[in-house]
C-alpha cells in the first residue's frame, strides 16, 4: 500500500493550492478516503473525507473553502484549497480510512 502527497507549498494568505494523494495497493475506488493536517505543536485533525459514492464532509475550519474530490481512474485524491489563511499552515496527510494507511504528508506554508 501506498500513498503519495504532493502539491504542498508556500503562499500567499488568500491564495490557494490543489493537493494531491496518489494511492496503490488496494482498491481505491470502494475506498473513502480523508485528508489530515497537523500545525507544529498541534494534534493531527481531520479536513475533510469522501467516500466511494462522491459525498464529501469537512471540518467547520475550512468548509466553504475547501473542496475533496476524487479521480477513480486515476487513484487519486485531491484537496483544492482557496482563500488559505495562516492557521491552514500544516503537513498534510491523506489517509485511507478503513485501513487506516496514511501517506508521508505535504508541507503548506500560507503566510505572506
Known amino acids: 500500500v501506498q500513498l503519495v502527497e504532493s502539491g504542498g507549498g508556500l503562499v500567499q494568505p488568500g491564495g490557494s493550492l490543489r493537493l494531491s494523494c496518489a494511492a496503490s495497493?488496494?482498491?481505491?475506488?470502494?475506498?473513502?478516503m480523508g485528508w489530515y493536517r497537523q500545525a507544529p505543536g498541534k494534534p493531527r485533525e481531520w479536513v475533510a473525507t469522501i467516500a466511494p459514492s462522491g459525498s464529501s464532509n469537512y471540518a467547520d475550519s475550512v468548509k466553504g473553502r475547501f473542496t475533496i474530490s476524487r479521480d477513480n481512474a486515476e487513484n487519486t485524491v485531491y484537496l483544492q484549497m482557496n482563500r488559505l489563511k495562516p492557521e491552514d499552515t500544516a503537513v498534510y496527510y491523506c489517509?485511507?480510512?478503513?485501513?487506516?494507511?496514511w501517506g508521508q504528508g505535504t508541507q503548506v506554508t500560507v503566510s505572506s
Open positions: 495497493g488496494f482498491t481505491f475506488s470502494t475506498s473513502a
Open positions: 489517509r485511507q480510512m478503513a485501513y487506516d494507511y
